[in-house]
């Protein structure tokens, strides 16, 4: 049974950072791509950083420089480095694997498994 739950969020000021966690289990994220993807009230659903299982990492023109992807194989953990956070990065944030498709910046993100999500809210 595969199951991915993340961890990390909370509320910070802008400009204030945090790091999610999605801890994977039943699937290796050696070898599938892994996502994180995030969706505010009222807003489609965003592509937010995906990395390969090779390690390449692709993100959304609205986090570029701000966030960064990464994952520890031998923990089989995925994270998400958020820094200089906005208001408008206020979302639930998910993680996701064995992504089939992903546009960053768009709905377009086509994957197998998602965990329950985490809120990440950014006070201005």
């Known amino acids: 049974q595969v199951q991915l739950v993340e961890s990390g969020g909370g509320s910070v000021q802008a400009g204030g950072s945090l790091r999610l966690s999605c801890v994977v289990s039943g699937l290796d994220n050696s070898v599938y791509d892994m996502a994180w993807f995030r969706q505010a009230p009222g807003r489609e659903r965003e592509g937010v950083a995906a990395i390969a299982s090779f390690g390449r990492t692709r993100y959304s023109d609205s986090v570029k420089g701000r966030f960064t992807i990464s994952k520890d194989n031998a923990k089989n953990t995925l994270y998400l480095q958020m820094n200089s956070l906005k208001p408008e990065d206020t979302a639930v944030y998910y993680c996701?694997?064995?992504?089939?498709?992903?546009?960053?910046?768009?709905?377009?993100?086509?994957?197998?498994?998602w965990g329950q999500g985490t809120q990440v809210t950014v006070s201005s």
């Open positions: 996701a694997g064995d992504i089939g498709t992903f546009v960053p910046g768009t709905d377009d993100c086509i994957f197998a498994y």
